[in-house]
């Protein structure tokens, strides 16, 4: 019997492949879709503002469609998104007090946040 269910496996082709084999194609199109797009923003966003205005184009869609992209394709990578948010936490946490009192960043609350990111995935190391 299990002779037939390897057999079976075989002959079926696609359902015998293993999860992790199935979709590899797919990812391979949506991260070289992700990357033209962020190439393709960062280049035009960077171009003069006279060739953006002939186009009809306004440079603060691009600087807002540039950044929604590149938010979710941190969102797609969580490591990544995690390193990007310590640092990011870690630079306001360390400003200057007269700079960070300017534009009304609170450094006792970032660097609670920043204890919090770092213990955070601890926590379900430890509970696993």
């Known amino acids: 019997m299990a002779a037939k269910r390897t057999e079976r496996r075989k ?5 015998g492949r293993r999860k992790s084999d ?25 171009l003069s503002d006279g060739m953006l205005a002939r186009v009809g184009i306004d440079p603060n869609y691009l600087y807002a469609a540039l950044a929604s992209v590149i938010l979710a394709g941190l969102t797609a990578s969580k490591p990544m998104a995690m390193s990007l948010l310590v640092i990011t936490v870690t630079i306001g946490a360390n400003l200057p007090t007269e700079y960070a009192e300017r534009i009304g960043v609170n450094q006792d609350f970032l660097l609670a946040t920043l204890i919090a990111l770092i213990i955070a995935p601890q926590f379900k190391s430890w509970h696993s």
């Open 11 to 15: 002959s079926n082709g696609s359902r």
């Open 22 to 46: 199935r979709g590899q194609g797919d990812s391979t199109i949506i991260k070289f879709i992700f990357v033209f797009l962020v190439l393709f923003m960062t280049i035009t966003v960077n």
